[in-house]
């Protein structure tokens, strides 16, 4: 049982290009989330889903989109990187209930 | 001031120490999460709280509503317990999302 796959695990970007973090979960979580985590902060919600075809914003969504085409995949896309987009990223779901929160193991990302 | 506040931000502990984390919060909520985030950068989910007491293993965790407090207890500490131990809270009316709080770094030296 995979849980949350995340790829790539590292990134280094240049000002100004574009990329996609992918997120999969093989669990039939209907409820899926991308957060940012800065150093010294807790994390911050960037967009969540409740379900294929549904999302919404978090609260730090600025520079970020996301899609979510089926119940499995989570695609996180930056445009026009910025350096205050270096951070590292977590995709993450959960089960009806929210019992319990399953993560993803990261994104280190950095813009140069 | 942010709505989920730990303490303390860093720990230092001897290995068999008996370990307290706080997590107070100032807004209602419907559940409490413990996550552990190791040196790699992965986040496990510890424990989901809504009242009362949890355990698992050496790990306790407990949480009074009316005081908006939690706290997780590490008994018998061991270095392979040194991470970072992240308080989260779903806000009432809000079960979609976790508001965190900023971590704990916990060391444990042997």
């Known amino acids: 049982n995979a849980g949350v796959t995340q790829t790539p695990k590292f990134r280094i970007l240049k000002i100004g290009q574009s990329m996609t973090l992918q997120c999969t979960q093989d669990?039939?979580?209907?409820?899926m989330y991308w957060y940012r985590q800065d150093p010294g902060m807790g994390l911050k919600l960037i967009y969540y889903?409740?379900?294929?075809?549904?999302?919404d914003k978090g609260e730090v969504p600025n520079g970020y989109n996301v899609s979510r085409s089926t119940t499995e995949d989570f695609p996180l896309r930056l445009e026009l990187a910025a350096p205050s987009q270096t951070s590292v990223y977590f995709c993450?779901?959960?089960?009806?209930?929210?019992?319990?929160?399953?993560f993803g193991q990261g994104t280190r990302l950095t813009v140069v | 001031k942010n709505e989920v506040e730990q303490s303390p931000q860093n720990l230092t502990a001897q290995e068999g120490e008996f370990i307290t984390i706080n997590c107070s919060y100032s807004?209602?909520?419907?559940?409490l999460h413990w996550l552990q985030q190791h040196p790699g950068g992965g986040i496990v989910s510890l424990f989901m709280?809504?009242?009362g007491k949890k355990k698992h293993g050496r790990l306790i965790a407990t949480i009074n509503i009316q005081e908006k407090h939690s706290s997780l207890h590490i008994t018998a500490s061991h270095p392979r317990d040194s991470a970072v131990y992240i308080c989260?809270?779903?806000?009432?009316?809000?079960?979609?999302?976790?508001?965190f709080g900023s971590g704990t770094q916990l060391t444990v030296l042997p």
């Open positions: 993450a779901s959960s089960p009806p209930g929210f019992t319990e929160a399953f």
């Open positions: 669990m039939n979580h209907n409820y």
């Open positions: 889903s409740v379900g294929a075809g549904i999302t």
């Open positions: 807004v209602g909520i419907s559940a």
């Open positions: 709280l809504s009242s």
């Open positions: 989260a809270v779903r806000l009432s009316g809000s079960a979609r999302q976790l508001t």
